[in-house]
């Protein structure tokens, strides 16, 4: 219960007023449809330098947790899901609003993402002391493994195709190379002045995530399509309330499968509300309701995709490995903090740990108070126009890069990036294994070379990296998310070649 | 061979490429100790991007929307703009000064609005100028960013 000695610094006026910021703020940028909940924490991410570790981390955990909740307005208002998370949303959600009960259907969606979000905090409170603790007894060669594990879980399993999956892994660890390398004082893939310190990750994460959606916009060109949201008539909360409390069995199965997918490293908030949306559609006896307007459809889908947000940074904060792409630009967030996971945060910086998850916990409540109260006003804000939002989001993007360490390079390396991302992802590639492999590059590297060192010492690399119960689970893990992507891939494929000789 | 194999075909080469020039360079720089890790790395890069390749050149390789024609043309001009703020403009007008004009080319660029509609043009000078100055108020003066002036502001 060591959680609840940290509950106060949440509540200190700096903290709170971000806490809040971060709530209202990703409430809006998630009811934006195009702007996802990655992109919108990486783009927060510049503003973190001039805050504590803490404060930082509140931030962005607020925009996290508002965004995945804040996408269920543009999905039932405006029947686009504001993230991935918010297809499932949709289906019933929008149809509801369609019915005349838009106001019911927000309030149940915010209701049921609070208490999804609520609970997945819970485990994620309980869970991650006793992971952090089984990490103390983990080496160097340990490390290096759960390192490449994270590549290649998130590689295999976040793509549609594996072997792009991992080729974006791979391209992510190579970034991570470029620079002066301090250790044995060597140049490394310098191509550019721009590139002499390395890639910052922070403009990296910016470039990696705006502007392929600043490109995306440009894309649809001087289109003159007007998005119409559906009016919200009023309801009262206490009804919404008592209609809560009567759906535990689509409650349980959103929040049990979003905390099972969100333990899961590289499953996503987009698995989570479809499989909870799928398991409510089987359990329920009104089956033929679903995607006509019925609120246990709502339900399911937004408790699941909020519940999964806890129990995604679980193996974040234990073991370096992000649950999901935005928990993996979280990662970035501690990092340049001088911050690591795993048994480090919660031994030597405690304050930041809990005070960080506590937020997480009281961040859930003011997301359901504000999001009841500003969803149909965030509705309109998301109705801005294309043109307004690409400008904005690229001088966001602008200034954040320059902003990082005041340098034009960064500049250069977040456009430079953002743009062949936005090529890259034409042909399937994806952002978050390059991320990963980003983030993880360093953490892999120094965890090898030391590792090396040691086996110099002992009886050589093959026997330090390669034998004993825990180095060979994870090398067993490693081989086993990928074998399972490629199985996976493998049957996907029989099955279009199948639906395709049939039609 | 269709377009959008064609295109498979040549980003997957572009890959390729360069995970060859990167596998290239990790095994003929020195000091070996520093391009150890490279090294193993370039190995799994290069028999990817092998692999990938060979898909794409036989159709195998079907993953991705590809690039249409009328998307790129669209985003030619706000690319465009990005670069020319990036290189030139932010050193020589000034950061702030060239971003609002980027801000206001590109609203101008995808703004369905007709070109000779006063009414619009007005409207946009109004947001650029609004949103401008949040951002003035969040980096210059709150976070305290120095960007460059050039010679302007």
């Known amino acids: 219960m060591e959680f609840l000695s940290y509950f106060g610094g949440v509540f200190e006026p700096t903290a709170f007023l971000l806490l809040l910021g971060g709530t209202i703020g990703g409430l809006i940028l998630g009811a934006t449809p195009g702007l996802s909940p990655t992109m919108a924490v990486a783009l927060l991410i510049p503003f973190t330098f001039h805050l504590s570790p803490t404060q930082g981390l509140i931030l962005l955990g607020a925009a996290y947790t508002s965004t995945v909740a804040g996408g269920a307005v543009s999905a039932i208002l405006l029947k686009i899901p504001g993230a991935p998370a918010n297809i499932a949303t949709a289906l019933d959600g929008n149809a509801m609003a369609k019915n005349g009960e838009g106001a019911r259907a927000l309030h149940l969606s915010f209701l049921s993402s609070g208490i999804g979000g609520v609970i997945g905090v819970l485990l994620l409170i309980f869970l991650t002391p006793i992971l952090a603790q089984w990490a103390l007894a983990f080496g160097p060669s340990h490390l290096f493994w759960m390192a490449i594990l994270g590549v290649t879980v998130i590689g295999s399993l976040d793509s549609k195709s594996f072997v792009k999956g991992l080729l974006s892994g791979c391209i992510g660890l190579w970034l991570s190379m470029i620079g002066f390398d301090d250790n044995l004082g060597a140049q490394r893939f310098i191509f550019s002045d721009a590139l002499t310190g390395g890639i910052n990750i922070i403009a990296a994460l910016i470039g990696l995530f705006a502007i392929p959606q600043v490109l995306d916009m440009f894309a649809k060109g001087r289109s003159n399509s007007v998005i119409e949201a559906i009016e919200v008539p009023k309801q009262k909360f206490m009804d919404s309330l008592k209609e809560i409390s009567r759906s535990g069995r689509s409650l349980s199965i959103g929040t049990v499968f979003g905390s099972i997918i969100g333990l899961i490293p590289g499953v996503g908030g987009q698995i989570a509300g479809l499989v909870a949306y799928d398991q409510a559609k089987k359990f329920s006896p009104e089956k033929e309701k679903f995607g006509t307007g019925h609120p246990e459809g709502l339900i399911a889908a937004e408790s699941a995709n909020n519940a999964m947000v806890g129990p995604s940074l679980v193996p974040l904060l234990t073991l370096s490995i992000p649950g999901s792409p935005t928990a993996a630009v979280l990662l970035g967030g501690l990092i340049i903090h001088g911050i690591f996971p795993g048994s480090d945060l919660f031994d030597n910086h405690p304050e930041v740990a809990w005070t960080f998850i506590n937020s997480m916990l009281i961040g859930q409540i003011l997301m359901v108070i504000f999001g009841i109260y500003t969803a149909t006003w965030a509705a309109r804000i998301a109705r801005a126009p294309v043109p307004i939002m690409a400008a904005a989001v690229m001088v966001l993007a602008l200034f954040g890069a320059y902003s990082v360490q005041q340098s034009m390079g960064d500049v250069y390396v977040m456009l430079s990036l953002g743009v062949g991302m936005f090529f890259l992802e034409k042909f399937g590639f994806s952002a978050a294994p390059l991320v990963l492999g980003l983030i993880l590059g360093p953490i892999a590297e120094s965890n090898f070379t030391t590792g090396s060192l040691i086996a110099n010492a002992q009886n050589g690399p093959v026997e330090y990296f390669m034998t004993g119960t825990l180095n060979i689970f994870l090398i067993v893990l490693v081989l086993a998310s990928v074998f399972y992507s490629f199985w996976s891939n493998m049957m996907h494929g029989k099955a279009a070649k199948s639906e395709g000789a049939t039609s | ?153």
């Not at chain 2, 295109?7 to 490429?17: A, N, R």
């Not at chain 2, 195998?60 to 290189?87: Q, R, S, T």
């Not at chain 2, 995808?110 to 007005?122: R, S, V």
């Open chain 2, 1 to 153: 061979m269709t377009a959008f194999r064609l295109q498979h075909t040549i980003s997957s080469g572009i890959v390729f490429l360069v995970a060859a020039i990167i596998t290239y360079i990790s095994f003929t720089q020195e000091p070996a100790d520093a391009f150890l890790f490279p090294r193993m790395i370039a190995i799994f890069f290069i028999s990817l991007a092998a692999w990938n390749f060979v898909r794409a050149l036989t159709g195998v390789a079907k993953v991705g929307v590809g690039l249409d024609i009328v998307e790129f043309k669209n985003i030619v001009p706000g690319l465009a703009v990005m670069l020319i703020f990036m290189f030139f403009a932010a050193k020589v007008i000034g950061f702030f000064l060239s971003s609002t004009i980027a801000f206001m080319i590109i609203f101008t660029l995808y703004d369905p609005a007709p070109l000779n509609d006063g009414k619009a043009w007005m409207k946009r000078l109004i947001v650029t100028v609004c949103f401008m100055a949040v951002m003035y108020c969040l980096f210059a003066l709150l976070l305290k960013v120095q960007t460059p002036s050039g010679i302007l502001f």
